[in-house]
């Protein structure tokens, strides 16, 4: 794999995720305000690890810890988060909609 995709992708591919949870869940909510919602997300998740509490520290330790909260802040997981929802949320209004009308 391309380095440049094995330091990004990992964190856009995150924030996808998160873009489509939001859409099974919330399905009466537009694609514009649950791409609002994943990123508001993501950068809450991101910006939490500012905070280093012990028992939050403990939780991060773990694999499934590290996985959803992440272990330190980096202002370019970010950038990673809104590319990855933008393009997600690309995908679902213009190449998703072209299938469903076919």
């Known amino acids: 794999m391309p380095a440049f995709l094995r330091e990004h992708a990992g964190d856009a591919l995150w924030a ?9 869940i919330f399905t009466s909510w537009s694609k514009g305000w649950s791409a609002f919602a994943g990123l508001l997300f993501s950068w809450f998740i991101e ?4 905070i280093q ?44 909609k072209a299938e469903t009308e076919r």
């Open 16 to 24: 996808a995720m998160i873009y489509f949870g939001i859409r099974l």
């Open 53 to 96: 509490v012990p028992w939050l520290n403990e939780i991060r330790s773990t694999t499934l810890g590290a996985l959803v909260l992440g272990r330190g802040f980096l202002v370019m997981d970010l950038m990673r988060y809104a590319v990855g929802i933008l393009g997600v949320w690309f995908v679902d209004r213009y190449v998703l």
């Open 47 to 50: 910006c939490s690890q500012l």
